[in-house]
């Protein structure tokens, strides 16, 4: 995958997740301008899907609340590559299986705790946007953003509501 942006060399890809069938315009206007969208699971819906695949191309996983025949079909893992970067994308941690390590994953992109959070350890950085769908206790309405450049990657969440 590189940048649509000609001249460019970073790839934006747009990290969101739990969605639980609310597409809120903040969300659609902060992933504006990615060259490509992660949906970590919770969608709850295919017209969420359809919504993000009118600013890029969409790879997302099953959640657990993600159930009937279009959701059948949507894998509990998945992979992609940004650049010389491999991500790793499901819903529920728990559900990773193999350190991400072995397989070359340098991201690992979840969902479900609707916590967004950043943390790298031993060199795999674990990414979770937090939820941009409805609020859940006092959590905060999140979306995120990979910044990929050759082998480097950046990760960042922001809040979609004051």
């Known amino acids: 995958m590189t940048s649509r942006k000609s001249g460019s060399s970073l790839t934006r ?15 659609l206007h902060y992933l504006a301008g990615c060259d490509a969208i992660i ?3 919770d969608i709850c819906n295919p017209a969420v899907l359809d919504a993000l695949r009118q600013i890029a191309p969409v ?12 959701a059948a079909a949507l894998p509990t893992l998945a992979s992609l590559t940004a650049q010389q970067v ?18 070359g ?18 060199g795999v950085l674990f990414v979770n946007p937090g939820s941009a769908g409805p609020r ?11 910044i990929v450049e050759g082998a480097q990657v950046s990760a960042s969440f922001d809040s979609l509501l004051t």
């Open 39 to 41: 949906h970590a699971g």
């Open 59 to 70: 790879t997302a996983v099953r959640g657990n609340n993600d159930t009937g025949e279009w």
């Open 136 to 146: 859940r206790f006092k959590l905060p309405i999140c979306a995120g953003l990979l």
């Open 86 to 103: 491999t991500i790793r994308v499901v819903h529920d941690i728990a559900d990773l299986g193999a350190d991400p390590r072995n397989e």
């Open 105 to 122: 994953v340098r991201v690992v992109v979840s969902g479900h705790s609707h916590k967004p959070s950043i943390v790298e350890r031993d």
């Open 13 to 27: 890809i747009g990290l969101i997740s739990d969605t639980h069938n609310l597409v809120r315009p903040e969300a």
